[in-house]
Protein backbone atom coordinates (compact mmCIF):
# COMPACT_ATOMS: atom_id res chain seq x y z
CA UNK A 1 0.00 0.00 0.00
CA UNK A 2 1.16 3.84 -0.85
CA UNK A 3 -0.06 4.88 2.01
CA UNK A 4 -2.07 7.66 0.17
CA UNK A 5 -5.45 8.74 1.10
CA UNK A 6 -5.99 10.21 -2.16
CA UNK A 7 -8.76 8.19 -4.50
CA UNK A 8 -6.34 7.09 -7.57
CA UNK A 9 -7.28 8.76 -10.66
CA UNK A 10 -6.60 6.46 -14.26
CA UNK A 11 -7.75 8.23 -16.85
CA UNK A 12 -6.58 7.13 -20.75
CA UNK A 13 -6.15 9.97 -23.25
CA UNK A 14 -7.01 8.72 -26.21
CA UNK A 15 -5.12 11.56 -28.12
CA UNK A 16 -6.38 11.91 -32.10
CA UNK A 17 -7.43 8.36 -31.84
CA UNK A 18 -9.22 5.78 -32.70
CA UNK A 19 -11.47 5.65 -35.66
CA UNK A 20 -15.25 4.53 -34.37
CA UNK A 21 -15.93 0.71 -34.58
CA UNK A 22 -12.29 0.57 -32.64
CA UNK A 23 -13.74 2.51 -30.01
CA UNK A 24 -16.46 0.91 -29.25
CA UNK A 25 -14.55 -2.10 -29.64
CA UNK A 26 -12.23 -1.21 -27.19
CA UNK A 27 -14.69 0.28 -24.85
CA UNK A 28 -17.49 -3.30 -24.99
CA UNK A 29 -13.89 -5.15 -23.98
CA UNK A 30 -13.09 -3.02 -21.40
CA UNK A 31 -16.57 -3.24 -19.87
CA UNK A 32 -16.28 -6.89 -19.56
CA UNK A 33 -13.29 -7.03 -18.15
CA UNK A 34 -14.70 -4.69 -15.42
CA UNK A 35 -17.59 -6.75 -15.80
CA UNK A 36 -15.52 -10.34 -14.54
CA UNK A 37 -12.98 -8.75 -12.25
CA UNK A 38 -15.07 -5.50 -10.57
CA UNK A 39 -12.54 -2.44 -10.15
CA UNK A 40 -15.02 -0.63 -6.95
CA UNK A 41 -15.14 3.26 -7.26
CA UNK A 42 -14.24 3.98 -3.96
CA UNK A 43 -10.79 2.18 -5.30
CA UNK A 44 -9.89 4.36 -8.06
CA UNK A 45 -11.83 6.54 -10.44
CA UNK A 46 -11.66 5.93 -14.21
CA UNK A 47 -12.07 7.84 -16.94
CA UNK A 48 -11.39 7.79 -20.49
CA UNK A 49 -11.01 11.02 -23.05
CA UNK A 50 -12.21 10.64 -26.99
CA UNK A 51 -12.22 13.15 -29.48
CA UNK A 52 -14.46 15.74 -28.70
CA UNK A 53 -17.03 14.38 -31.85
CA UNK A 54 -17.20 11.13 -29.88
CA UNK A 55 -17.54 12.16 -26.71
CA UNK A 56 -21.19 12.13 -25.96
CA UNK A 57 -21.61 8.78 -27.98
CA UNK A 58 -18.61 7.37 -25.95
CA UNK A 59 -20.68 8.39 -22.95
CA UNK A 60 -23.58 6.87 -23.98
CA UNK A 61 -22.01 3.53 -24.87
CA UNK A 62 -19.99 3.91 -20.94
CA UNK A 63 -23.55 4.47 -19.07
CA UNK A 64 -24.24 0.24 -18.93
CA UNK A 65 -20.81 -0.41 -17.08
CA UNK A 66 -20.78 -1.65 -13.99
CA UNK A 67 -19.87 1.02 -12.38
CA UNK A 68 -19.15 5.04 -13.55
CA UNK A 69 -16.58 5.65 -15.98
CA UNK A 70 -15.86 9.57 -16.70
CA UNK A 71 -15.78 11.00 -19.89
CA UNK A 72 -13.01 13.05 -20.19
CA UNK A 73 -13.08 16.18 -22.97
CA UNK A 74 -9.03 16.39 -24.51
CA UNK A 75 -9.71 20.46 -24.75
CA UNK A 76 -12.22 23.13 -24.98
CA UNK A 77 -11.98 26.64 -26.17
CA UNK A 78 -10.45 29.59 -24.47
CA UNK A 79 -13.29 31.18 -25.22
CA UNK A 80 -16.37 31.09 -23.19
CA UNK A 81 -20.40 30.33 -23.39
CA UNK A 82 -21.65 30.75 -27.05
CA UNK A 83 -20.49 33.29 -29.92
CA UNK A 84 -18.95 33.22 -33.51
CA UNK A 85 -15.95 31.45 -33.17
CA UNK A 86 -15.33 28.90 -35.45
CA UNK A 87 -15.01 25.06 -34.58
CA UNK A 88 -14.83 26.00 -30.95
CA UNK A 89 -16.16 24.25 -27.96
CA UNK A 90 -16.96 26.03 -24.87
CA UNK A 91 -16.82 25.21 -21.57
CA UNK A 92 -20.54 25.76 -21.24
CA UNK A 93 -21.28 23.62 -24.53
CA UNK A 94 -19.19 20.54 -22.53
CA UNK A 95 -21.04 20.85 -19.45
CA UNK A 96 -24.42 20.99 -21.81
CA UNK A 97 -23.62 18.10 -23.24
CA UNK A 98 -22.88 16.55 -19.63
CA UNK A 99 -18.89 16.16 -20.29
CA UNK A 100 -17.73 17.32 -16.40
CA UNK A 101 -14.23 16.68 -16.68
CA UNK A 102 -11.76 18.18 -20.05
CA UNK A 103 -7.99 18.16 -19.78
CA UNK A 104 -5.71 21.35 -20.25
CA UNK A 105 -2.06 21.98 -20.92
CA UNK A 106 -1.06 18.35 -22.61
CA UNK A 107 2.06 19.08 -23.59
CA UNK A 108 1.35 18.33 -27.34
CA UNK A 109 -1.42 21.65 -26.95
CA UNK A 110 1.55 23.38 -25.65
CA UNK A 111 4.11 21.81 -27.85
CA UNK A 112 2.54 21.51 -31.42
CA UNK A 113 -0.46 23.20 -31.11
CA UNK A 114 -0.17 26.98 -30.03
CA UNK A 115 -1.61 26.93 -26.58
CA UNK A 116 0.77 29.55 -24.53
CA UNK A 117 0.35 30.26 -20.54
CA UNK A 118 -2.23 33.18 -21.42
CA UNK A 119 -4.36 30.74 -23.14
CA UNK A 120 -4.15 28.16 -20.69
CA UNK A 121 -4.98 30.05 -18.38
CA UNK A 122 -8.28 31.13 -20.15
CA UNK A 123 -9.27 27.76 -20.31
CA UNK A 124 -8.49 26.54 -17.01
CA UNK A 125 -10.67 29.81 -15.88
CA UNK A 126 -13.82 28.66 -18.18
CA UNK A 127 -13.39 25.34 -17.44
CA UNK A 128 -14.00 26.22 -13.32
CA UNK A 129 -15.96 29.06 -14.01
CA UNK A 130 -18.64 26.05 -16.04
CA UNK A 131 -18.08 23.88 -13.65
CA UNK A 132 -15.68 21.55 -14.78
CA UNK A 133 -13.01 19.76 -12.99
CA UNK A 134 -9.65 20.22 -15.11
CA UNK A 135 -6.68 17.65 -15.31
CA UNK A 136 -4.24 20.25 -16.18
CA UNK A 137 -0.96 18.70 -17.45
CA UNK A 138 2.52 19.81 -16.57
CA UNK A 139 6.20 18.32 -16.87
CA UNK A 140 9.58 19.69 -18.62
CA UNK A 141 11.05 18.76 -21.87
CA UNK A 142 14.34 16.45 -21.73
CA UNK A 143 16.54 19.85 -22.42
CA UNK A 144 15.08 21.09 -19.48
CA UNK A 145 15.54 18.21 -17.43
CA UNK A 146 19.16 18.15 -18.52
CA UNK A 147 20.25 21.45 -17.44
CA UNK A 148 18.61 21.15 -14.22
CA UNK A 149 15.24 23.02 -14.42
CA UNK A 150 12.82 20.53 -14.15
CA UNK A 151 11.41 21.47 -10.79
CA UNK A 152 11.33 25.40 -11.39
CA UNK A 153 9.65 24.72 -14.84
CA UNK A 154 6.70 22.01 -13.43
CA UNK A 155 5.91 24.68 -10.37
CA UNK A 156 6.28 27.43 -12.92
CA UNK A 157 3.38 25.80 -14.66
CA UNK A 158 1.70 25.38 -11.24
CA UNK A 159 1.85 28.84 -10.67
CA UNK A 160 0.31 30.28 -14.16
CA UNK A 161 -2.68 28.80 -13.20
CA UNK A 162 -3.11 29.86 -9.60
CA UNK A 163 -4.09 33.49 -10.35
CA UNK A 164 -7.02 32.51 -12.29
CA UNK A 165 -8.50 29.52 -9.83
CA UNK A 166 -10.32 30.53 -6.70
CA UNK A 167 -9.85 29.23 -2.95
CA UNK A 168 -12.55 26.35 -3.81
CA UNK A 169 -12.09 25.87 -6.87
CA UNK A 170 -9.13 23.92 -6.15
CA UNK A 171 -11.31 20.88 -5.28
CA UNK A 172 -12.31 20.79 -9.24
CA UNK A 173 -8.17 20.29 -9.87
CA UNK A 174 -6.50 17.32 -10.89
CA UNK A 175 -2.77 17.76 -11.28
CA UNK A 176 -1.17 15.36 -14.28
CA UNK A 177 2.53 15.52 -14.14
CA UNK A 178 3.90 13.95 -17.48
CA UNK A 179 7.42 14.96 -18.43
CA UNK A 180 7.92 15.68 -22.35
CA UNK A 181 10.33 13.05 -22.44
CA UNK A 182 8.42 10.33 -21.24
CA UNK A 183 5.35 10.66 -23.50
CA UNK A 184 4.91 8.04 -26.36
CA UNK A 185 8.26 7.18 -25.92
CA UNK A 186 8.46 4.31 -23.88
CA UNK A 187 10.76 5.81 -21.25
CA UNK A 188 9.27 6.27 -17.90
CA UNK A 189 10.44 8.10 -15.61
CA UNK A 190 11.87 6.06 -12.40
CA UNK A 191 9.25 5.60 -9.89
CA UNK A 192 11.81 7.60 -7.48
CA UNK A 193 12.39 10.23 -9.93
CA UNK A 194 8.29 10.54 -10.41
CA UNK A 195 8.17 10.38 -6.86
CA UNK A 196 10.42 13.38 -6.12
CA UNK A 197 8.72 15.42 -8.58
CA UNK A 198 5.07 14.95 -7.49
CA UNK A 199 6.60 15.53 -3.92
CA UNK A 200 7.52 18.85 -4.88
CA UNK A 201 4.32 19.30 -6.30
CA UNK A 202 2.12 18.00 -3.51
CA UNK A 203 4.80 21.17 -1.27
CA UNK A 204 4.24 23.70 -4.10
CA UNK A 205 0.37 22.83 -4.30
CA UNK A 206 0.35 23.36 -0.08
CA UNK A 207 1.90 26.85 -0.32
CA UNK A 208 -0.64 27.61 -2.78
CA UNK A 209 -3.54 26.17 -1.41
CA UNK A 210 -5.14 24.47 2.22
CA UNK A 211 -6.62 22.00 0.32
CA UNK A 212 -2.84 20.86 -1.10
CA UNK A 213 -3.26 17.68 0.43
CA UNK A 214 -5.58 16.41 -0.81
CA UNK A 215 -4.98 17.12 -4.85
CA UNK A 216 -4.45 14.17 -7.02
CA UNK A 217 -1.29 14.04 -8.79
CA UNK A 218 -1.12 11.66 -11.70
CA UNK A 219 1.72 10.19 -13.51
CA UNK A 220 1.60 10.31 -17.34
CA UNK A 221 4.50 9.20 -19.88
CA UNK A 222 4.96 5.42 -21.09
CA UNK A 223 2.64 4.15 -18.15
CA UNK A 224 1.84 0.20 -19.27
CA UNK A 225 0.49 -2.69 -16.73
CA UNK A 226 4.46 -3.75 -16.08
CA UNK A 227 4.94 -0.09 -14.47
CA UNK A 228 1.94 0.71 -13.46
CA UNK A 229 2.55 -0.99 -9.61
CA UNK A 230 5.86 0.28 -9.29
CA UNK A 231 4.36 3.68 -10.05
CA UNK A 232 1.41 3.07 -7.71
CA UNK A 233 3.42 2.30 -5.01
CA UNK A 234 4.54 5.76 -4.94
CA UNK A 235 3.05 7.71 -1.81
CA UNK A 236 2.57 10.81 -3.94
CA UNK A 237 1.65 9.42 -7.41
CA UNK A 238 -2.43 9.56 -6.80
CA UNK A 239 -2.72 7.61 -10.64
CA UNK A 240 -2.03 7.92 -14.18
CA UNK A 241 -2.84 9.60 -17.53
CA UNK A 242 -2.29 6.84 -19.87
CA UNK A 243 -1.81 7.73 -23.83
CA UNK A 244 -0.80 4.61 -25.83
CA UNK A 245 -1.74 1.69 -23.59
CA UNK A 246 -5.55 2.78 -23.04
CA UNK A 247 -6.24 2.05 -26.71
CA UNK A 248 -5.86 -1.48 -25.04
CA UNK A 249 -8.35 -2.50 -23.13
CA UNK A 250 -6.34 -5.37 -21.22
CA UNK A 251 -3.01 -2.90 -20.62
CA UNK A 252 -5.49 0.20 -19.35
CA UNK A 253 -7.80 -2.42 -16.98
CA UNK A 254 -4.50 -3.89 -15.57
CA UNK A 255 -3.28 -0.51 -15.41
CA UNK A 256 -6.67 0.33 -13.28
CA UNK A 257 -6.04 -2.73 -11.44
CA UNK A 258 -3.08 -1.92 -10.14
CA UNK A 259 -3.65 1.61 -8.75
CA UNK A 260 -7.09 0.43 -7.02
CA UNK A 261 -5.30 -2.80 -5.56
CA UNK A 262 -2.10 -0.39 -4.70
CA UNK A 263 -3.95 2.14 -3.13
C1 LIG B 1 -0.18 11.20 -22.76
O1 LIG B 1 -0.25 11.56 -23.91
O2 LIG B 1 -0.82 11.84 -21.90
C2 LIG B 1 0.68 10.06 -22.43
C3 LIG B 1 1.06 9.92 -21.20
O3 LIG B 1 1.03 9.22 -23.46
P1 LIG B 1 1.82 7.81 -23.34
O4 LIG B 1 1.19 7.05 -22.21
O5 LIG B 1 1.60 7.15 -24.67
O6 LIG B 1 3.24 8.13 -23.09
Redesign the pocket.
Known sequence: MSGSTIKPWVVG?W?MNPVQSNAQQLIEEFKQLLQQNPILEEQCQIGVAPISIALQHVQQQLADANRSILTVAQDLSRFAGTGAYTGEVSAELLKDSSIEYVLVG?S?RREILGDTTEVLKAKVQNALNAGLTVIY?VGESLEQREAGQAEQVVLQQICDITAVVKADDWRNIVI?Y?PIW????GKTASPEDAQMMHAKIREGLSQITALGASIAILY????KPENAADLANCPDINGA??????LNAESFYKIAEAFANTK
Open positions: NKHECAEAIGTGGSVLVGGAS
